[in-house]
């Protein structure tokens, strides 16, 4: 399995951002998808995930409704779309894959994934 994610940059604090995952190399419907994050000198951070086979869709607590996960599905691809970006926002965001039908606990964790993307920066000025 291959994750390249895309879509950081720079942006001022309130704007959106959209980041893309492309997932290859198996069936996409196979696995669940997340986000996670990761700022210089901290630990890396849920942020939002989906389990296609319960159709369940997770969030970090941080996000508050400001950022949702949606997948193409024919195009094997997962979305982050992020409004009202914050400066504290700024980070490596990176896409990772997990085989199966994983519950709330183990989409949450980071060390449950198998497959990471290279992360793309993203960087909200205040």
């Known amino acids: 399995v291959q994750l390249q994610a895309s879509g950081g940059g720079l942006v001022q604090a309130g704007g959106s951002l959209r980041l893309t995952c492309a997932f290859s190399?198996?069936?996409?419907?196979?696995?669940?998808m997340a986000w996670f994050r990761q700022a210089p000198g901290k630990e890396r951070e849920f942020v939002a995930g989906?389990?296609?086979?319960?159709?369940?869709?997770y969030y970090g607590d941080f996000v508050k409704g400001r950022f949702t996960i949606s997948s193409d599905n024919a195009k094997n691809l997962v979305y982050l779309q992020m409004n009202s970006l914050k400066p504290e926002d700024t980070a490596k965001y990176y896409c990772?894959?997990?085989?199966?039908?994983?519950?709330?606990?183990?989409?949450?964790?980071?060390?449950?994934?198998?497959?990471w993307g290279q992360g793309t920066q993203v960087t909200v000025s205040s």
């Open positions: 990772a894959a997990i085989r199966g039908s994983p519950n709330l606990e183990v989409v949450t964790t980071h060390i449950r994934y198998d497959y």
């Open positions: 989906v389990n296609w086979n319960s159709g369940f869709t």
């Open positions: 190399g198996d069936t996409f419907s196979r696995y669940a």
